[in-house]
């Protein structure tokens, strides 16, 4: 009888095989230098960029994406890319144009002589700019689970309450003389309310969409492998929750004025209420600015997304350009015509 070969002897397996295989290989698609962008094509993945003299596997590390072909296709990726832009573009936008009357009224207070403006309608207009765009998180690609599809539109929806707080705050604030930041600040009336109102809709805006942001984050090489600084949506709704506890507490401090409450307590409620107002917004609206450079990021990504090894290697003659292409002497598909199965943001 036969005796099958220990495991002490030197077979080779079939990793071993394979990457044996891969070694031979040669660059059969574009695929640019990551350190002087020289066109790759055509050479061995063991040789060197023949301008700068990296390795041409450190190029392969950098730019190649293992998880492209795992990545549902997205059917206009110039239009999504354009929404998700203008979503964090016109948040960020109606966050300046908050911020614009509190910049005047500390002008005024260094002795300046300047017209408070009208921002409501300046706002508004952003605010309808980032919900248009907020669409595109819907269902930007297929095989997204339905509670992520749900939440986002959610989140788009919340849009239409935070939008009216906003603007309603802006003309109590107008009629008031301004919010006083600077002039013992007591939001009286249904100013500290609608400042609660609005912080509250948008940080649960930031929480729906989340999910689906996340979706669109895998399609980043550079974010998923934490090659780039990301803002986390989770620290943009906790600002926003400060910001909210902070209007509230002035909001009580008004109140407890009007009632005939102890000057110490009103004071104490009414600078820690000032205080994180103040650090909330500030936060939101810097979370804001980073989300604006993730958004541009992840927009590229969609529009010229990393290739997958199979994209990039070829062996013998020329990558034919049709569905299929030889790889290793088998036939695969290109990564448009994989379709798995999405997991869950």
Known sequence: MDEH???????????????????GHELGGDLPCAVCGYNLRGLSIRAFCPECGT?????????VDPLASELQPIR????????????????LFAALLAWLPIAYDFANLLGFRLQRPDVGIGVAAAMGVSMLGALGLVRPHARIHWGVCVLAAMGVALYVPATWALIAY???TEAAGGPGYFDGWLPYGAR????????????????CLRPACRVLVARSLAMRTGRVDRQTMYAMAVA???AALGHG?????????????????????RIAGLVLATTGAFLFTAGLLGSVIDTVRIAGAIMAPSPDLPEVLRRGDPRPRGVRAVVGGALMPRSRDI???????
């Open 192 to 207: 500290a309310s609608l400042a609660v109102a609005a912080w509250v809709a948008i940080a649960a805006i930031v929480l």
């Open 76 to 91: 206009f990726p110039r239009l999504l890319a354009m929404l998700i832009n203008a979503c964090s573009g016109g948040a």
């Open 5 to 23: 070969p220990s495991n002490s002897e030197a077979t080779p397996t079939d990793g071993a095989i394979e990457h044996a295989a891969n070694l």
């Open 170 to 172: 802006e003309m109590h």
């Open 249 to 269: 507490l002035g909001g009580l401090a008004a109140s407890m004025t009007a009632s005939g409450g102890s000057a110490m307590a009103v004071d104490t409620l």
């Open 339 to 345: 379709r798995p199965d999405e997991t869950d943001a």
């Open 55 to 63: 390795g041409i596997r450190v190029t392969i590390l950098a730019v």
């Open 240 to 242: 926003a929750a400060v």
